[in-house]
């Protein structure tokens, strides 16, 4: 076989047991790890690995595909506007996939989405029609796919009917440009309404739901997770990791090469408190003693309850991967950790 198509794991799907799960009623599994290409898959010299140079960029984006899929990771998540700039993560994703994963595409789950800005003037961003489906187009071609398997409403629109949006999803599918929908950051009133319009219409369901869920960002608790139960809706969470917060990496305060420190990172200096800081080292220790680190442990949390399908990860090179797939290894938490846990978040542990 040539350099450019690679032979993967033979015993890639032998992972941890439970490690695919069912996104809600759905047909659909998903790896309980899956991968982000948010972050470091853009334009040469925008990861935060600093890859000045546009070989070395894209073998190391290459290398955390092979990695992730070697190790059970099946699905690979982007969005219109992933990069810097918008659109360069498909565009470097989609090459990789012709170029090094062409005899793969049905082992593989390729998501996208539309929501945020991609374009000038009223057309180029929200939840209307015209823009979906015009999006859609648009990353397929980046892609260089013929369909993607989950397309995405990326936000919920509060100036376009919600009918409008739901049936842009639903054309995505009868096109055959998508295989399932699914919605990102609704709450869970207009969650229940999505589903609702739906079933009244005959449309396409969204089989799946992406909120950014962690230990430090709890928000779907209370309402969301209840009602994509009630639903049969899977959901797959982003930043379970707080966008690096819950690594090793702040265990110490702020590291000089930590994304705080760039322009284009997602955390702020003021994120990472001495309160923050304290709670992360209290984290650690409950995560050595149950022979995980600290992303590992966060992560398996993150999977403990089986309402969540899957946990999508960013990283920076493929050691970090394998790293954070052995989390699915234990998932299972006691009734004692789950107490300290939250006694630790909310400041009132020792």
């Given amino acids: 076989m040539s350099e450019s198509t690679p032979v993967f794991a033979s015993d890639r799907y032998e992972t ?10 759905s047909g659909l599994l998903l790896p309980a790890i899956s991968m982000g290409c948010w972050h470091n898959f853009g334009d040469t010299g925008t990861d935060s690995a600093r890859h000045s140079d546009e070989s070395s960029f894209h073998e190391n984006a290459k290398a955390m595909l092979f990695a992730s899929f070697d190790n059970g ?3 690979f998540d982007l969005a219109n506007n992933y990069g810097p700039v918008a659109g360069a993560a498909e ?8 170029e090094n994963f062409a005899g793969y595409r049905d082992e593989l789950i390729i998501s996208s989405k539309a929501g945020y800005y991609m374009w000038p003037g009223p057309y ?3 939840g209307s029609r015209k823009y979906l489906l015009s999006s859609l187009d648009q990353s397929l071609k980046r892609l260089q796919l013929d369909y993607v398997d989950i397309f995405y409403s990326h936000r919920f629109d509060p100036n376009t009917p919600l009918e409008e949006t739901m049936f842009a999803l639903d054309t995505a599918v009868r096109s055959g440009k998508a295989l399932y929908v699914g919605i990102s950051s609704y709450n869970g009133e207009q969650t229940r309404r999505a589903l609702a319009i739906c079933e009244a219409n005959g449309y396409v369901k969204p089989i799946i739901h992406q909120p950014s869920y962690s230990m430090l960002n709890r928000w779907i608790e209370p309402d969301l997770l209840p009602a994509t139960g009630d639903l049969g809706i899977g959901v797959i969470a982003f930043c379970p990791l707080a966008q690096g917060l819950l690594t090793n990496k702040y265990l110490s305060g702020i590291p000089e090469d930590s994304r705080v420190r760039q322009p284009s ?16 080292q209290k984290l650690n220790a409950v995560a050595a003693e149950r022979g995980q680190s600290l992303a590992q442990f ?4 993150t ?5 969540v399908t899957s946990a999508l990860i960013g990283a920076s090179r493929p050691e970090q991967i394998i790293e954070n797939v052995k989390a699915a290894e234990n998932v299972s938490f006691t009734s004692e950790e789950i107490s300290l846990i ?3 978040l909310a400041g009132k542990a020792a």
């Fill in 73 to 75: 990771i099946t699905h």
């Fill in 16 to 25: 941890a047991k439970g490690w695919f799960r069912r996104s809600g009623n």
């Fill in 342 to 344: 939250d006694a630790i």
């Fill in 303 to 307: 999977l403990r309850d089986s309402r």
């Fill in 124 to 126: 180029g961003e929200w």
């Fill in 91 to 98: 565009t470097r994703v989609g090459r990789i996939l012709k």
């Fill in 265 to 280: 990172g997602a955390l702020s200096e003021g994120s990472v408190t001495p309160e923050v800081v304290a709670k992360l």
């Fill in 298 to 301: 966060a992560l398996a949390w």
